[in-house]
Nanobody, 121 residues
Framework: QVQLVESGGGLVQAGGSLRLSCAPS????????MGWHRQAPGKQRELVAA???????NYADSVKGRFTISRDNAKNTVDLQMNSLKPEDTAVYYC???????????????WGQGTQVTVSS
């Protein structure tokens, strides 16, 4: 069974911090590009941050400088440290592992069930 389980979401005041964790199971994800996406009500799901198997990262402009994605291949986990949170960061956050087979897009990925992040003002 291949699963991605997110944790760490919750309610936080603007300016606060949260750390999300993604714990893949069923396979070793050290060779996968991993990413965090989010979807707010009425909006499209968007890529927040991604990290390649080699450690290269990229971020959405809206979170650059505030969020940090990291991976610990030994623990088979991927984290998203979120600082200086804003109300517009409120969304369901999803962990994803890009499939190493087939197209190298997020349309070809394994997805977690999501964790809610709510930032109050």
């Amino acid at each position: 069974q291949v699963q991605l389980v997110e944790s760490g979401g919750g309610l936080v005041q603007a300016g606060g911090s949260l750390r999300l964790s993604c714990a893949p199971s069923g396979t070793i994800f050290s060779g996968y590009t991993m990413g965090w996406h989010r979807q707010a009500p009425g909006k499209q799901r968007e890529l927040v941050a991604a990290i390649s198997s080699g450690g290269t990262t990229n971020y959405a402009d809206s979170v650059k400088g505030r969020f940090t994605i990291s991976r610990d291949n030994a623990k088979n986990t991927v984290d998203l440290q979120m600082n200086s949170l804003k109300p517009e960061d409120t969304a369901v956050y999803y962990c994803a592992a890009m499939n190493i087979y087939g197209p190298r897009t997020w349309g070809n990925a394994f997805w977690g069930q999501g964790t809610q992040v709510t930032v109050s003002s």
